[in-house]
Nanobody, 122 residues
Framework: QVHLVESGGGLVQAGGSLRLSCVAS????????MGWFRQAEGKERESVAV????????YYTDSVKGRFTISRENAKNTVYLQMNKLTAEDTAVYYC???????????????WGQGTQVTVSS
């Protein structure tokens, strides 16, 4: 079992930045691909970014390419999402999740955090 806890969300003005963290406990995340997902009010959950277990491969949804960066520190059992140039469209609850493999498909993920709210004011 992997327990995931996100932090770093909050209220930020458009154009600003936030850094989300996801700390894992219970098991090392070094064997898992890790993903960040988000769900805006009234919308389906979408994949934002994914990183392979060794960090060599990453995936970003088109709307965040060039603005968001996913990274990980396996020694700290932590995954990050650096978000720059935020817009109102980035407002959502952000979740981190763990998967055996590398995929943006949310249904493949076994472990999920509770989420952290990101609100971008325009």
């Amino acid at each position: 079992q992997v327990h995931l806890v996100e932090s770093g969300g909050g209220l930020v003005q458009a154009g600003g930045s936030l850094r989300l963290s996801c700390v894992a406990s219970g098991r090392t995340i070094s064997v898992y691909g890790m993903g960040w997902f988000r769900q805006a009010e009234g919308k389906e959950r979408e994949s934002v970014a994914v990183i392979s277990r060794n960090g060599a491969s990453t995936y970003y949804t088109d709307s965040v390419k060039g603005r968001f960066t996913i990274s990980r520190e396996n020694a700290k059992n932590t995954v990050y999402l650096q978000m720059n140039k935020l817009t109102a469209e980035d407002t959502a609850v952000y979740y981190c999740a763990a998967v055996l493999g590398f995929t943006p498909r949310s249904s493949d993920y076994s472990f999920w955090g509770q989420g952290t709210q990101v609100t971008v004011s325009s």
